[in-house]
């Protein structure tokens, strides 16, 4: 029995489709350098990608694709999260931020986000917050100090009035 490298499934339509947004990438300053290519090469060469992909892949680095015909094929919403991140990579390979670079960079960070509610994001992400905020308080209050199993009594006062004003002299 042949192993994959990474332990990796073959590779899928929408992993595929951004490999190929990567080089289009690397074609974006009009320019597949040195780096680029050993990067792109190296990674064909270590994904368990079938005949065609493998053809393809190598076609695209001499070959420059129309990102806009590439990226209505990445549907896995892992694959349209990680394309911002390894398009960057691979703008910066080269040590420049080219302009045709960072433009073909803030389409594919659009598409990335395109269709998600941003409103109910950062209210989910206020909700962690809250609670892991929740959770902290808990923490800082079970860690006063106590005599007797109970607070003595004109430090729970003085504790009292001073968490009223906002300081916490028992905070981290």
């Not at 990796?8 to 190929?20: A, I, N, P």
């Not at 074609?27 to 190296?42: L, P, T, W």
């Not at 919403?77 to 803030?106: N, S, T, W």
Request: aromatic share 8%.
């Amino acid at each position: 029995m042949q192993q994959k490298p990474f332990g990796e499934e073959d590779v899928g339509t929408s992993k595929f489709y951004m490999l190929r947004c990567l080089i289009a990438m690397a074609h974006a300053d009009g320019i597949v350098c040195d780096q680029e290519r050993a990067y792109m090469s190296a990674l064909i060469s270590r994904l368990p990608l079938n005949h065609e992909q493998r053809a393809t892949l190598e076609s695209d680095l001499d070959n420059e694709q129309p990102i806009e015909s590439l990226l209505p094929y990445i549907n896995d919403p892992k694959f349209r999260g990680q394309i911002p991140y390894f398009a960057r990579l691979m703008a910066m390979k080269d040590g420049v931020m080219h302009p045709e670079e960072d433009a073909l960079l803030k389409k594919m960070h659009a598409f990335a986000i395109d269709g998600l509610d941003m409103d109910q994001i950062r209210k989910e992400t206020q909700k962690a917050v809250q609670a892991e905020m929740f959770i902290h308080d808990i923490t800082i209050d079970n860690n006063r100090p106590h005599k007797g199993g109970h607070l003595i009594p004109w430090f729970q006062w003085l504790d009292e009035l001073l968490l009223f004003f906002g300081i916490d002299i028992m905070g981290n």
